[in-house]
């Protein structure tokens, strides 16, 4: 039976399609849920995916955390539900409370847009099986609002448990404390990351290689063995 992996779309989205194509061409079937439904129409994953929810107005995430797909989202990560959030979806994760943490404007207070080296920190999420722990592979990234920050003692917590999933690599493009690109909660079902995997799954876009397809190869492979 084929893998039915749910894309969350909020106003302001803008990489629901480009998700969603990345999950058919890893071999799962897209499944579009709409922020105002709270029904996931028995979705085996959920992916948050980026851009602007709700033109980030008030703060970035903050808006669409209380959309009502989310209430059910929350319960269900709480339960196992494996959810992964990219760039506006990682924003969206911290402001749940799904992930520890939250996201302040770039350093530069300038909008980017590049290609980015990370080091794979973690390889044993639902998300990053299909990675090598110090793998280092290349990701389109694109923030405003992409600095990732915490407390000292929530900083402790995440490096000692091992729960950095990627770092940035050669050049920090947000300010970042630790140089953090994703993070991961403590069972590992619930991964954010800024970059954007789903445009590198296929050579002719994005950064040319396809260093993003093993986020949705490594679920693929948990729900089978699940």
């Given at each position: ?20 194509r ?11 849920l ?46 196992g539900l ?25 350093d ?63 050049f ?55």
């Amino acid at each position: 039976m084929t893998a039915r992996i749910g894309v969350v779309t909020f106003p302001g989205s803008l990489d629901d399609r480009d998700t969603q194509r990345a999950i058919r061409v890893a071999g799962a079937e897209p499944v579009t849920l709409w922020h105002k439904d709270k029904d996931l129409k028995q979705v085996d994953a959920v992916v948050l995916c980026g851009g602007f929810s709700y033109g980030d107005y008030l703060r970035a995430g903050a808006i669409a955390r209380f959309s009502p797909v989310m209430d059910t989202v929350i319960d269900q990560a709480k339960a196992g539900l494996p959810v992964l959030g990219i760039c506006n979806g990682f924003q969206i994760l911290t402001e749940a409370h799904l992930l520890p943490g939250g996201m302040l404007g770039n350093d530069h207070l300038h909008f980017i847009c590049r290609d980015q080296k990370l080091r794979v920190e973690n390889a044993d999420t639902a998300w990053t099986t299909d990675y090598e722990a110090g793998q280092e592979i290349h990701i389109p990234l694109k923030n405003m609002d992409g600095r990732y920050v915490a407390d000292q003692r929530t900083l402790d917590e995440l490096e000692a448990e091992g729960r950095v999933a990627f770092r940035y690599l050669g050049f920090n493009p947000n300010g970042s404390l630790n140089d953090i690109a994703g993070i991961t909660n403590a069972a590992g079902n619930v991964v954010g990351l800024m970059p954007h995997p789903e445009h590198a799954v296929e050579s002719l876009i994005g950064t040319g290689r396809t260093d993003g397809l093993p986020f949705f190869t490594s679920i693929l492979k948990k729900l089978v063995t699940a």
